[in-house]
Nanobody
């Protein structure tokens, strides 16, 4: 079972990036999926999650700017990030929950490696 995040890079403040998370080894179409981030010297922070039913949750700092989506047929999860700010600079990780639900307090059993997003001012 593997989750592979990609799409990170360097972008100017106000710009956009789209992160992708590819799942392999099994299907996650009935699992809740989430995105987290961790900046250097800071704790891991919840960013967004999407349950199997389509319910979405966002961290307060990204509400209105980030959108999580998924393509179950492709076993993919995406994070569209708009109006990026220097404070969004971090490693971003995708994760899969054991069950169908996903939210900030959900237990995530599978984690991908991070992809680095750097937002310059």
């Amino acid at each position: 079972v593997q989750l592979q995040a990609s799409g990170g890079g360097v972008v100017q403040a106000g710009g956009s990036l789209r992160l992708s998370c590819a799942a392999s080894g099994r299907t996650f179409s009935r699992n809740g999926m989430g995105w987290f981030r961790q900046a250097p010297g800071k704790e891991r922070e919840f960013v967004a999650a999407r349950s199997w039913s389509g319910m979405t949750y966002y961290g307060d700092s990204v509400k209105g700017r980030f959108t999580i989506s998924r393509d179950n047929a492709k076993n993919m999860v995406y994070l569209q990030m708009n109006s990026l700010e220097p404070e969004d600079t971090a490693y971003y990780y995708c994760a899969a929950a054991l069950g169908i639900n996903a939210g900030p307090q959900t237990r995530y059993a599978y984690w991908g490696q991070g992809t680095l997003v750097t937002v310059s001012s």
